[in-house]
């Protein structure tokens, strides 16, 4: 690899983004966690809201989960909210609420991995140490036509040693800013931009005019459907929440009620009987009404939720508070808005 022209070609077309300027550990670490699921569009606008309300790990380590997955409402991948506040922590409690410069210790701290210790060492301490995430994969399968497949344990390993190989002692922040910006903006998964690619003379796909069989994809897995009846339940003008468990999709977040299943409208109206003990409001005296909001669905990396809605809305009544509090938690309007929902659920906030 022609590092040098590398760099030249960074230096005059490096994207100009907010995290590339007054640059620390701490701001580092957060744009590396916020980017590494998420786009640069996205993120411009999340990542000066997180540093203004979290400006540093203990602010992040004090604060409330719900306050920081507040923050993080709508980014999605939320345990990385979590594990930034579990590394914030645990910085707190090493040294002294600053990240250490050494990449040794750095990928100790909890949900720091090889990337990230990587992205810090290299643009926040001036380290040669490889920043290998799936553009940087792509890139060098492309450059060299390696036949590997990406999410490969080897493969990390492979490109690793290459890219570490590659590093320069000198500028390795702009080396590894350069790949994810090639990666991004050139070397795109479809469709590259091999016109304007620096390495064109040296790109072996490139030149066998294949570079978009490497990296070797693997055989997709069919995603798993669940069927999911999501109900806003009213009392009155409190609305019903619950919280979802600790562990697993989405933990930690709020959400409506959920049935399992697409329930219709008369078997929702039957739900909400037997549970409520009263009856659909009609032309007579009671009690609650029923409001189909529609389907919505969401893909998440493993799994797709197939959703179908229903507004419920009942009298604030003892016994149907009752039931309800059975379910989960009633919330005001203002209480509701400050939970962190997941964005699956945004067709029925
Ligand atoms: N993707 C991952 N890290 C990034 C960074 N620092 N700048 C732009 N895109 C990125």
Same mark, same amino acid.
């Given at each position: 690899?022609?590092?040098?022209?590398?760099?030249?070609?960074?230096?005059?077309?490096?994207?100009?983004?907010?995290?590339?300027?007054?640059?620390?550990?701490?701001?580092?670490?957060?744009?590396?966690?916020?980017?590494?699921?998420?786009?640069?569009?996205?993120?411009?606008?999340?990542?000066?809201?997180?540093?203004?309300?979290?400006?540093?790990?203990?602010?992040?380590?004090?604060?409330?989960?719900?306050?920081?997955?507040?923050?993080?409402?709508?980014?999605?991948?939320?345990?990385?909210?979590?594990?930034?506040?579990?590394?914030?922590?645990?910085?707190?409690?090493?040294?002294?609420?600053?990240?250490?410069?050494?990449?040794?210790?750095?990928?100790?701290?909890?949900?720091?991995?090889?990337?990230?210790?990587?992205?810090?060492?290299?643009?926040?301490?001036?380290?040669?140490?490889?920043?290998?995430?799936?553009?940087?994969?792509?890139?060098?399968?492309?450059?060299?036509?390696?036949?590997?497949?990406?999410?490969?344990?080897?493969?990390?390993?492979?490109?690793?040693?290459?890219? =570490?190989?590659? &590093?320069?002692?000198?500028?390795?922040? +702009?080396?590894?800013? #350069?790949?994810?910006? *090639? !990666?991004?903006? %050139?070397?795109?998964?479809?469709?590259?931009?091999?016109?304007?690619?620096?390495?064109?003379?040296?790109?072996?796909?490139?030149?066998?005019?294949?570079?978009?069989?490497?990296?070797?994809?693997?055989?997709?897995?069919?995603?798993?459907?669940?069927?999911?009846?999501?109900?806003?339940?009213?009392?009155?003008?409190?609305?019903?929440?619950?919280?979802?468990?600790?562990?697993?999709?989405?933990?930690?977040?709020?959400?409506?009620?959920?049935?399992?299943?697409?329930?219709?409208?008369?078997?929702?109206?039957?739900?909400?009987?037997?549970?409520?003990?009263?009856?659909?409001?009609?032309?007579?005296?009671?009690?609650?009404?029923?409001?189909?909001?529609?389907?919505?669905?969401?893909?998440?990396?493993?799994?797709?939720?197939?959703?179908? =809605?229903?507004? &419920?809305?009942?009298?604030?009544?003892? +016994?149907?508070?009752? #039931?309800?509090?059975? *379910? !989960?938690?009633? %919330?005001?309007?203002?209480?509701?808005?400050?939970?962190?929902?997941?964005?699956?659920?945004?067709?029925?906030?």
């Amino acid at each position: 690899m022609d590092v040098n022209a590398f760099l030249s070609w960074f230096w005059e077309n490096r994207r100009i983004l907010p995290w590339r300027s007054d640059r620390t550990p701490y701001s580092t670490w957060i744009s590396e966690a916020m980017l590494q699921q998420t786009r640069v569009a996205t993120v411009l606008d999340y990542y000066p809201r997180f540093l203004s309300r979290f400006p540093d790990p203990k602010a992040l380590a004090t604060a409330s989960e719900d306050e920081v997955l507040k923050v993080w409402e709508g980014l999605g991948y939320y345990s990385r909210a979590k594990n930034l506040m579990k590394g914030a922590a645990y910085i707190c409690e090493n040294y002294n609420g600053d990240l250490p410069s050494d990449p040794d210790l750095l990928i100790r701290i909890p949900g720091i991995g090889p990337y990230m210790t990587g992205a810090i060492s290299s643009l926040a301490f001036g380290k040669a140490v490889p920043a290998v995430d799936g553009n940087v994969i792509r890139i060098y399968c492309r450059l060299y036509s390696l036949p590997l497949i990406a999410s490969e344990g080897a493969t990390f390993k492979e490109i690793y040693k290459r890219a =570490g190989n590659d &590093i320069p002692e000198e500028n390795p922040g +702009d080396f590894n800013e #350069a790949l994810m910006d *090639l !990666g991004a903006t %050139v070397c795109t998964p479809r469709s590259p931009k091999c016109s304007l690619c620096p390495f064109s003379n040296e790109c072996s796909a490139f030149l066998l005019g294949k570079q978009e069989d490497f990296p070797v994809k693997k055989q997709k897995k069919e995603v798993p459907v669940e069927e999911h009846t999501i109900l806003k339940i009213f009392l009155g003008e409190k609305i019903l929440v619950r919280k979802r468990p600790d562990k697993g999709l989405l933990s930690g977040l709020y959400e409506f009620i959920d049935l399992t299943g697409t329930l219709s409208e008369k078997e929702v109206e039957k739900w909400a009987s037997d549970l409520f003990g009263q009856k659909k409001k009609g032309n007579s005296s009671d009690h609650f009404t029923i409001l189909p909001l529609g389907g919505a669905h969401h893909i998440f990396s493993h799994l797709r939720w197939n959703m179908t =809605g229903y507004e &419920i809305h009942l009298p604030a009544e003892k +016994d149907a508070e009752k #039931a309800a509090r059975s *379910l !989960g938690d009633l %919330v005001s309007k203002k209480e509701y808005e400050a939970l962190a929902f997941p964005s699956a659920l945004r067709a029925y906030r």
